[in-house]
């Protein structure tokens, strides 16, 4: 899976938000806050990759357990598809 829709990811005032351009800005109104983990997930996404592979990214960088990695990943990949940007 890969992000598909048009997001620019900016930090601002140590903020990590995303906003939409172009076509993707007509369906989108308003901008989306990201985590840390999130923007992490975020910038995996931007090339080709697996659940397994986002899980195990998080797995890497936090000291979290497996199972909260997978439903922390299942979550973040839910919301990005009901926003349509995978």
Same mark, same amino acid.
């Given at each position: 899976m890969k992000i598909t829709?048009?997001?620019?990811?900016?930090?601002?005032?140590?903020?990590? @938000?995303? @906003?939409?351009?172009?076509?993707?800005?007509?369906? %989108?109104?308003?901008? %989306?806050?990201?985590?840390?983990s999130g923007v992490l997930l975020w910038n995996r996404l931007q090339e080709e990759c697996s659940e397994a592979e986002l899980v195990e990214a998080l797995l890497e960088e936090y000291d979290v357990d497996p199972a909260t990695a997978q439903a922390d990943v299942q979550d973040f990949l839910k919301q990005l598809r009901e926003l349509e940007l995978l």
């Amino acid at each position: 899976m890969k992000i598909t829709g048009e997001m620019i990811l900016r930090e601002i005032a140590g903020e990590h @938000i995303l @906003i939409p351009v172009g076509a993707t800005a007509l369906n %989108i109104k308003g901008m %989306i806050n990201l985590t840390e983990s999130g923007v992490l997930l975020w910038n995996r996404l931007q090339e080709e990759c697996s659940e397994a592979e986002l899980v195990e990214a998080l797995l890497e960088e936090y000291d979290v357990d497996p199972a909260t990695a997978q439903a922390d990943v299942q979550d973040f990949l839910k919301q990005l598809r009901e926003l349509e940007l995978l």
